[in-house]
């Protein structure tokens, strides 16, 4: 039997197991729980009613967090010409065709996100063997491949997340740092709720959003009451 340690055995704590918080409690307990040494993010895991076996319901998209996800993110761009231009002017931290393709074939994957064009991903799905294992390949539904880099590169920069089910049919998706105020994390979780219920596969059926849980990077589940999102269905 694994042994916690005593901050995290101090945390439990202060979490009612037997119990389902509305999400300003939760947001309350996390915040309220004692401190570490760096600023913890806040993630939010909703167990979907899917058969993630199936293709035709998977659920995976992206949004941007209307208070950002208090992270510095490392944005990479495969492009040229005007849509090249386009991602520098928008602070993408580099941006290249040929010798980035190969600088990634090398196996550098020091970045948070790529965008590619569409024109680019000919080359860009050779690199599967590198980007994918680390999540990194661009994915149209995600929003990472798009002749509109300049708006990619904004987003990603500001606080898009990227969500997608697991073989569990669990979604985890970041919903801003523990230092972040109440109503920030609130807002933040209510839109991530309202992007996974858009993205419902029309072959889902019953109840959709089985069950919540929030939690920091260090400390027990929180475990939030249902009810208050079924309006969301």
């Known amino acids: 039997m694994a042994k916690h340690s005593k901050m995290y055995r101090a945390r439990a704590e202060a979490v009612d197991r037997d119990k389902l ?5 939760a947001i309350a307990v996390l915040q309220g729980m004692p401190k570490l040494k760096f600023d913890e993010t806040m993630e939010l895991a909703v167990r979907l009613g899917i058969d993630p076996k199936q293709s035709d319901q998977n659920v995976r998209g ?10 510095s993110v490392s944005v990479i761009v495969v492009a040229e010409g005007p849509a090249a231009d386009a991602a520098k002017a928008a602070g993408a931290d580099e941006v290249g065709y040929t010798e980035l393709i190969a600088k990634i074939a090398g196996g550098w994957t020091d970045f948070d996100v790529l ?3 569409p024109g680019a991903m000919s080359e860009v799905r050779k690199l599967g063997r590198v980007l994918g294992p680390r999540g990194l390949m661009p994915n149209p539904k995600t929003g990472t491949v798009t002749d509109d880099t300049g708006a990619a590169v904004r987003e990603s920069k500001g606080g898009r997340v990227e969500y997608r089910a697991d073989r569990g049919g669990v979604a985890h998706v970041p919903v801003g740092k523990v230092s972040f105020t109440q109503s920030a994390l609130k807002e ?6 309202s992007a996974l219920v858009r993205a419902r596969p029309a072959k889902s059926k019953g109840t959709y959003l089985l069950s919540f849980t929030l939690s920091s990077t260090m400390s027990p589940g929180v475990k939030l009451d249902p009810r208050q999102f079924s309006r969301s269905e």
């Open 115 to 117: 965008i590619a064009t």
């Open 62 to 71: 992206a949004l941007a967090l209307p208070h950002g996800t208090g992270k």
């Open 188 to 193: 933040n979780s209510e839109a991530v709720i």
């Open 21 to 25: 918080y509305s999400l300003e409690d």
